[in-house]
């Protein structure tokens, strides 16, 4: 596609729930990264796919968060036992390394606006 | 752990005015990327620098990377209400075999007509 793209814009659920949240890459770009934002505040890393697995999944807050990437082009973050600081928007970000590597150019999507009561 | 202080945090200014907002780290990075956020939606990527007292400009916008590749700034000629938005800075470093992006907090920038 054009541009990397996120389901479902919104998603409330109550506490205790789980939630998937997906995201679409564009095209071609190997490399997929997770990042959660809070009110006021910058993307926070949460975990990083090249190809199928996850290269890097330090900023993972705890084992309620897991990410797959079955394929090597969509990916599902998918949370457990949903409490209400999880409430945040879930941005999804694609890049292809190609000669960008160092440049490290992220493609962000519109995110996902979770919310737990 | 890296992390980036941008100043100001919120800035409010009359259309026509010249501003500078400002990314500020100790730690050295290998890149620096400055992103647009618009309420509702992802960040959108400006600029990205590399190179240390690299400029880049952008019409009536200017990027610096400071030359030990620890801070950058942003300064905008003439502001416009349609710039009127969340700037971010986001530094990276690849050599450490990670390619996520650590953050600041972001300046709000409000240009009134």
């Known amino acids: 596609g054009a541009g990397v793209s996120q389901t479902p814009s919104n998603k409330v659920t109550e506490k205790g729930k789980y939630v998937e949240l997906r995201c679409d890459p564009i095209?071609?770009?190997?490399?997929l990264y997770w990042y959660r934002q809070s009110l006021g505040q910058g993307p926070e890393f949460l975990i990083y796919?090249?190809?199928?697995?996850?290269?890097?999944d330090s900023g993972l807050p705890n084992d309620r968060f897991f990410a797959v990437r079955p394929e090597g082009s969509v990916s599902t973050l998918k949370i457990q036992r949903t409490e209400r600081g999880d409430s945040a928007v879930y941005l999804c970000?694609?890049?292809?390394f190609g000669t960008g590597r160092v440049r490290n150019e992220q493609f962000f999507g519109p995110g996902t606006r979770l919310t737990v009561l | 752990t890296q992390l980036l202080e941008q100043s100001p945090q919120f800035l409010s200014i009359q259309e026509g005015e010249n501003l500078t907002v400002y990314c500020n780290s100790s730690s050295v990075f290998s890149s620096l990327q400055w992103y647009r956020q618009e309420p509702g939606e992802g960040p959108v990527l400006l600029v990205t620098?590399?190179?240390?007292?690299e400029v880049k400009k952008l019409k009536r916008l200017t990027f610096q990377f400071g030359d030990a590749r620890k801070d950058s700034s942003l300064h905008i000629t003439a502001a416009q209400p349609g710039d009127t938005g969340l700037y971010l800075c986001?530094?990276?470093?690849?050599?450490?075999?990670?390619?996520?992006?650590?953050f600041g907090k972001g300046t709000k920038l409000s240009v009134i007509p």
């Open positions: 620098v590399v190179t240390g007292g």
């Open positions: 796919f090249q190809g199928t697995g996850a290269a890097d």
């Open positions: 095209s071609g770009h190997t490399a």
């Open positions: 970000a694609s890049s292809s």
């Open positions: 986001a530094g990276a470093n690849s050599g450490a075999g990670s390619y996520q992006l650590t």
